[in-house]
């Protein structure tokens, strides 16, 4: 049987219709799709002009949209943070029954302090109390809408009052821990201050649309306090640097 021939088509000429339809039929699907999307040049203007579009709108919401969006979304947890941890501590320390047992105070026949001392014990009962009351508040925190200008995104504040505002909601999920502080100062000459502070440290996530921004708070909260007072020495030198007589003189000093 003799092989037949088919009449090759001219360079310059289109492949008819029931060709492409052939060529397209023993494809993929995929392909296929694809070659009736871009077949025409005009598609493929119509193609290049939206992934322009497309790339100008994401460089506008990664310089402009996003750190505005960053930064209100920072300042509102860091105030409902702080709000919430220091209400809890509060209602922790003033509640706790060991909270009067911090400070133990010995003094003498005159009423002098003689002895100042932190019942650590207490302390520990106290700050575990107030540590499990902070992380309650932080889980509990539910979310938060504000609003943003639209002016605002595109570095118009002068024109935020009267533009329109965008709704944006963002959640926040917080833990905290503590830790005992105990601070000396001296007051005078014959004064010290001794104070056992309670800090706590919140660490809370903020999540919104295009942003999860970590916000760290820190607290301190006072348990007990002690001024000691001495005798009133008859001397008083400070911090002089001034050379003072040694007496009895050295050999060769009048």
């Given at each position: 049987?003799?092989?037949?021939?088919?009449?090759?088509?001219?360079?310059?000429?289109?492949?008819?219709?029931?060709?492409r339809?052939e060529w397209?039929?023993?494809?993929?699907?995929h392909?296929?799709v694809?070659?009736?999307?871009?077949?025409?040049?005009?598609?493929?203007?119509?193609?290049?002009?939206?992934?322009?579009?497309?790339?100008?709108?994401?460089?506008?919401?990664d310089?402009?949209?996003?750190?505005?969006?960053e930064?209100?979304?920072?300042?509102?947890?860091?105030?409902t943070a702080?709000?919430?941890?220091?209400?809890?501590?509060?209602s922790?320390?003033?509640?706790?029954?060991d909270?009067g047992?911090?400070?133990?105070?010995?003094?003498?026949?005159?009423?002098?302090?003689?002895?100042?001392?932190?019942?650590?014990?207490?302390v520990?009962?106290?700050?575990?109390?107030?540590?499990?009351?902070?992380?309650?508040?932080?889980s509990?925190?539910?979310?938060?809408?504000?609003?943003?200008p639209?002016?605002?995104?595109f570095?118009?504040?002068?024109?935020?009052?009267?533009?329109?505002?965008?709704?944006?909601?963002?959640?926040?999920?917080?833990?905290?821990?503590?830790?005992?502080?105990?601070?000396?100062?001296?007051?005078?000459?014959?004064?010290?201050?001794?104070?056992?502070y309670?800090?706590?440290?919140?660490?809370?996530?903020a999540?919104?649309?295009?942003?999860?921004?970590?916000?760290?708070?820190?607290?301190?909260v006072?348990?007990?306090?002690?001024?000691?007072s001495?005798?009133?020495?008859?001397?008083y030198?400070?911090?002089?640097?001034?050379?003072?007589?040694?007496?009895?003189?050295?050999?060769?000093?009048?």
């Amino acid at each position: 049987m003799s092989p037949t021939f088919r009449p090759k088509p001219s360079r310059g000429r289109r492949p008819s219709r029931e060709s492409r339809q052939e060529w397209q039929q023993g494809e993929p699907r995929h392909l296929r799709v694809l070659y009736a999307l871009f077949k025409s040049p005009f598609r493929w203007r119509v193609t290049g002009l939206l992934l322009v579009v497309f790339s100008v709108f994401l460089f506008v919401v990664d310089t402009r949209i996003r750190p505005s969006i960053e930064a209100i979304a920072t300042s509102v947890a860091t105030r409902t943070a702080t709000e919430a941890v220091n209400d809890a501590l509060q209602s922790a320390v003033a509640e706790s029954p060991d909270e009067g047992k911090i400070l133990h105070v010995e003094t003498d026949a005159s009423g002098n302090i003689r002895l100042a001392t932190f019942d650590f014990h207490s302390v520990s009962i106290v700050q575990a109390a107030a540590t499990h009351q902070s992380e309650e508040t932080l889980s509990k925190l539910s979310s938060e809408t504000f609003s943003l200008p639209v002016s605002q995104t595109f570095g118009g504040p002068l024109l935020s009052v009267f533009t329109p505002e965008i709704p944006v909601r963002m959640r926040m999920i917080g833990s905290a821990h503590s830790s005992i502080r105990l601070d000396v100062k001296s007051l005078g000459i014959n004064q010290s201050v001794h104070a056992l502070y309670l800090d706590v440290t919140a660490q809370v996530q903020a999540v919104a649309p295009l942003v999860t921004k970590p916000v760290e708070i820190h607290t301190s909260v006072p348990l007990a306090y002690v001024v000691l007072s001495g005798e009133i020495p008859n001397t008083y030198l400070g911090r002089a640097t001034v050379d003072l007589p040694v007496l009895p003189p050295l050999s060769g000093q009048k």
